[in-house]
């Protein structure tokens, strides 16, 4: 389930917000900026929105997914170090990716 952190009018969740939103022209995204409260397989995320691209020559649009350490239990020691917090933010930013393209969400996908 994908809900509003906040009440933004009409409390539409995340995904039938986009959804709704397919082929619309690039402005009508802004409706989405803000944080979203998203719960995929019993693992609450954020999803912050910062910046939403305006046009197609826009500079490309922002945002960012927090998960609590607290939920995903990563052990301690893959936060120690510049070089584990790279390779943990690498696997979770490629893991994200698969997700996004295995849902049909990414733009290569047409979707």
Same mark, same amino acid.
């Given at each position: 389930?994908?809900?509003? !952190?906040?009440?933004? !009018?009409?409390? $539409? +969740?995340?995904?039938?917000?986009?959804?709704?939103? +397919?082929?619309? %022209?690039?402005?009508?995204?802004?409706?989405? @900026?803000? *944080?979203?409260?998203?719960?995929?397989?019993?693992?609450? @995320?954020?999803?912050?929105? $910062?910046?939403?691209q305006?046009?197609? /020559?826009?500079?490309p !649009?922002? /945002?960012?997914? *927090?998960?609590?350490?607290?939920?995903?239990?990563?052990?301690?020691?893959?936060?120690?170090?510049?070089v *584990?917090?790279?390779?943990?933010? +690498?696997?979770?930013?490629?893991?994200? %990716?698969?997700?996004?393209?295995?849902?049909?969400? $990414?733009?290569?996908?047409?979707?």
């Amino acid at each position: 389930n994908y809900g509003r !952190s906040e009440d933004r !009018s009409g409390g $539409d +969740d995340l995904e039938s917000k986009l959804r709704g939103l +397919d082929r619309a %022209n690039y402005g009508a995204y802004k409706q989405c @900026v803000g *944080r979203w409260e998203v719960n995929t397989a019993g693992l609450p @995320v954020s999803v912050f929105i $910062d910046n939403v691209q305006s046009d197609p /020559f826009a500079p490309p !649009s922002k /945002f960012r997914v *927090r998960v609590s350490q607290k939920e995903v239990q990563y052990p301690v020691e893959w936060t120690k170090g510049r070089v *584990r917090v790279r390779a943990l933010c +690498d696997y979770l930013a490629r893991r994200v %990716n698969g997700l996004i393209s295995k849902e049909g969400l $990414d733009q290569s996908s047409g979707g």
